[in-house]
């Protein structure tokens, strides 16, 4: 599996620098580190939106497969991306992701996957060898051949990331990623623990609700015009 790699230019005090760059709309004294602390949790306990803007995690993602690296680009607002480049790096011997529902049925179904990997890399490595660039052979590259991106991503957007992509109804890899990328911030400093553990939550779990289509049963489903009416 995939990766997380938290960059050491992630600040280590994400409360705190909330609670700082709020404390100066209320011309509060910003030099106390725990007022500015008990500040930035009020912040974000009462969803005021920009101050949460101001942190950003940096981040790399590794050995996860081009397939859940595509949905990723579906979150557009307060995010910066790189992805390694299939016109400039050669895959001729590719890594990548075999599905739980594959691996479990050795006798059929993962034989048939391995040798489709194995042909697309075969086939790829005689296509340069025939002086076809690199950008076009990598044409033929499966969505299942594992990605390296790095990522900058704003703790705002972050927690309405994880709130959307941890849901039951996510594809199951980019349920995996919010996983890894809270344990990764747990392991990174108390602050980003405390977000991770009480703040890094799916929707359902923030308002008691379901909305999807297809719940999991984890919470009663309510209706459209429920909803709407709870939200007046």
Known sequence: MGKITINERTIKDPITFIGEVAGECYGSDVTDKKKNFKRGIDCISMNHGRPIEFPSVYLKLDGYSAKVIRELYTHIIDVSRLQASTRYITYDNFD?????????DKDYSFTIYKECMSLISRSYQHLLKLGIPKEDASMILP???????V???GLRELIDFISKRSCTRAFWEIRDICEDIKNELREYSPEWKILANDYFKTKC????NCTESSPCHKWSKRSIYENRNRCR
């Open 143 to 149: 969505l299942g051949m594992t990605t390296k991106m």
């Open 96 to 104: 990548y992701i075999t599905p739980h529902t594959v691996s479990r």
């Open 151 to 153: 990522w900058r991503v």
């Open 205 to 208: 779990d923030v308002s008691h």
